[in-house]
């Protein structure tokens, strides 16, 4: 019998796994982390936060110069971190550079009353990447609207066709602390998966769709967004999937040390390198795809160590 969460008891979650592995993860140091790298699993580290969202930044240049007429491509980013968004807009308006030929597919979007949330939401994710990215480029650099990838209720078959349509070269994000990136977070314990979670090649499965977010979705996105009102936060989200993430040529996750604590970190750069996948640590699933890369901020790995305030 697997472990009952000590987070959510109806949930699956990284609470579930045994000791052993959630020892391991936490005493792992600085340099432990940089040697957790292998073929198929790099990580770097930057020791400024200006470094830190310049190289993320880079990373939707690098991809959009890539994209020509005949071969269009381009990437999949986030809403947290965001840091990198105006970077983005003002390396291509300084550097004049034509993205025309480029894509973006947003990660996710949080849906509520049947729909995702208006983009006059100040939640919502597509206003997020509006106002702090592509509204800041110049028109006559930017890609056309078509060529933005953003998630709604009733556009699910059509965003999972654009993957087909163009090169998806980067999928970047972050990590909760749940262990997810975009929002695939572990399912409910219940049903045929209440005394085992989905298996690795079950979860892989999936495809971009609306999903029932964990409690501790809920309560970091109140932290992090809402000025704590958790109330405010929606208990559901139109998420990526994985097996759109398995379509990504490169898994980009970047730890500034805001999502996650020191702990989950660690956790998920452990059963990644080790490949240990398993659903309830969702970011662990990453084992299996053939690149994947994180970055840490240097400060932001901080220590998993017991300290009174």
């Known amino acids: 019998m697997r472990n009952s969460s000590k987070i959510a008891e109806g949930w699956w979650d ?7 592995i959630l020892n391991d993860a936490s005493r792992l140091s600085e340099k432990d982390l940089l040697q957790l790298a292998r073929p198929g699993f790099k990580v770097k580290f930057y020791d400024t936060l200006d470094s830190f969202y310049l190289a993320e930044a880079l990373e939707y240049i690098n991809c959009w110069k890539q994209a020509t007429e005949s071969k269009p491509a381009g990437i999949c980013g986030p809403i947290g971190p965001t840091e990198q968004l105006p970077l ?7 550097l004049e550079i034509d993205i025309s030929n480029g894509h973006f597919w947003a990660m ?5 009353n049947g729909k995702e949330v208006p983009k006059s939401d100040p939640l919502s994710f597509t206003k997020a990447d509006m106002d702090l990215c592509f509204n800041r480029i110049r028109k006559e650099l930017r890609m056309p609207d078509k060529n933005l990838h953003f998630l709604r209720a009733n556009n699910l078959e059509e965003y999972k066709k654009s993957y087909e349509e163009a090169r998806c070269l980067i999928m970047q994000g972050g990590q909760g602390e749940v262990k997810h990136w975009a929002f695939n977070d572990p399912v409910k314990r219940e049903g045929k998966y209440k005394d085992v979670p989905p298996s690795p090649e079950e979860y892989r499965k999936l495809t971009t769709r609306i999903v029932e977010l964990h409690p501790l979705t809920i309560i970091q996105n109140a932290r992090t967004s809402g000025g704590g009102v958790v109330t405010n936060i929606p208990t559901r989200a139109i998420s990526v999937g994985p097996v759109e993430t398995w379509k990504s040529g490169k898994v980009s996750i970047w730890h500034a040390g805001n999502h996650d604590n020191p702990f989950g970190i660690r956790l998920t750069s452990l059963m990644i390198s080790k490949k240990i996948p398993d659903s309830s640590v969702p970011m662990s699933l990453l084992a299996d795809h053939p690149d994947v890369q994180f970055s840490f901020y240097r400060n932001g790995i901080g220590k998993c160590t017991v300290e009174m305030h």
């Open 108 to 112: 996710d979007e949080w849906f509520m």
């Open 88 to 94: 983005v807009a003002q390396l291509v308006n300084d």
């Open 14 to 20: 990284y609470t579930t796994l045994d000791e052993e």
